[in-house]
């Protein structure tokens, strides 16, 4: 190879090697535009939420406790019934055969007592007088005990026509408002088995007192005490926020009857305030504060990155974003509480999150700050809760 060759190689290679230089001076010279914001105290709510069904904490469901024609039903889905008020009536013909059967029985046995008892006075005077064996008088006082208890059979069996004839008439164990009507005058009523849980005529709800149930995943649960509070949101009042208390958790989880949900649920109850729109069976979701954090140090959420299996948040000092590790607390939304690593006024890097993913230790960054500012709902969506005393 000649030197002129050589020479040229040799100048070849200097100029790549400055324009690597070059360029890798432009790359770190280059600052990748972020936002930031910094580390300020504030409020954090630990929260479970969860769907569910608004509910009639009092609510009855009607059923007869006898076969038969419904042939009159006196009230429709939305009256108002009081405590004992007749709601609907059966077909009688069948009890009221077997009341007057058992009334006829009745007197079919008292009168053949009063006759065993008159043969045991007169054959009493004769045994004494030794006119009658003594077996012979042995077996009218059997009959007389015999005729006893035949008159006691028959009185019970009075009892339970009685109870039977009274079942035709439904009345309402509460008082309360018809919230659903299952059947129509006509219609055969089926008493419950243990496969069969009978025919509903009606469901019968007090509205003054209204609860959510919500599903609640297992894993969360552990976290649910009672009395905990809980916004509730109505999909028929988009506006409105219902503030309730968890009074009840279940022990045992939901039973699903298809058998195609591999999740475990519990229900929990929460208590609402009394307002005159909310009925049952509408659709809601909750959520439960488990635990609130005052004046401590909070940082959006969407800061917190992860490198090296390590949580930390990408801090801005002299110009360029420096990794530092973080240990956090509770999270919230879009809040997580920082417990060390940060202090209070510490600029942090907070997105955008395209940028926020790419970023690298200590790389050049101008930045805009933003003020993280936390909405509030109006006071006016807010109904605070009545207490009510219900226990569990």
């Not at 709601?87 to 059967?101: G, H, N, P, T, V």
């Not at 009978?198 to 995943?217: F, R």
Request: with cysteine; hydrophobic share 40%; aromatic share 4%.
């Amino acid at each position: 190879m000649s030197k002129k060759m050589k020479r040229g190689i040799i100048a070849g290679g200097i100029v790549i090697i400055l324009v690597i230089i070059i360029v890798v001076n432009l790359k770190g010279k280059s600052a990748v535009e972020v936002l930031a914001s910094k580390v300020q105290r504030g409020k954090i709510e630990e929260i479970v939420s969860a769907p569910g069904k608004i509910h009639a904490v009092k609510e009855v469901d009607i059923n007869s406790d006898i076969m038969g024609k419904l042939i009159k039903l006196y009230v429709e889905e939305g009256d108002w019934v009081k405590k004992g008020q007749v709601l609907a009536k059966l077909d009688s013909i069948e009890q009221f055969a077997a009341y007057r059967r058992a009334i006829a029985n009745v007197g079919a046995m008292n009168a053949d007592l009063e006759f065993k008892q008159t043969q045991f006075k007169r054959k009493k005077e004769l045994y004494k007088k030794k006119l009658i064996s003594k077996e012979n008088f042995e077996n009218i006082a059997t009959e007389v005990e015999l005729a006893q208890l035949n008159l006691e059979n028959a009185k019970t069996e009075l009892k339970r026509a009685r109870r039977s004839l009274n079942k035709i008439t439904l009345r309402s164990p509460i008082s309360g408002t018809v919230t659903r009507v299952e059947v129509e005058e006509g219609e055969n009523v089926i008493i419950g088995t243990m496969n069969n849980p009978g025919t509903v005529l009606l469901t019968v709800s007090n509205l003054d007192a209204m609860e959510m149930i919500g599903d609640v995943n297992e894993s969360e649960i552990p976290l649910i005490s009672l009395g905990n509070s809980a916004r509730v949101s109505i999909e028929a009042f988009p506006d409105t926020q219902f503030i309730g208390t968890v009074y009840n958790v279940a022990s045992l989880p939901k039973i699903d009857l298809t058998g195609q949900s591999g999740a475990v649920e519990f229900e929990v109850k929460i208590a609402l305030p009394h307002h005159p729109g909310i009925l049952p069976g509408m659709s809601a979701t909750c959520e439960i504060i488990t635990d609130v954090k005052k004046d401590i140090l909070r940082i959006p959420l969407q800061a917190v990155v992860t490198k090296k299996k390590e949580k930390g948040v990408y801090g801005i000092k002299d110009g360029k974003a420096k990794f530092t590790t973080i240990k956090a607390g509770i999270t919230q939304g879009r809040w997580a509480e920082v417990t060390e690593g940060l202090k209070e006024e510490d600029l942090i890097v907070t997105g955008p999150l395209k940028i926020l993913m790419k970023l690298t230790d200590n790389q050049k960054v101008t930045w805009n700050e933003t003020k993280e500012v936390e909405k509030k709902p109006a006071p006016s969506q807010e109904i605070e809760r009545e207490s009510k005393g219900i226990k569990k």
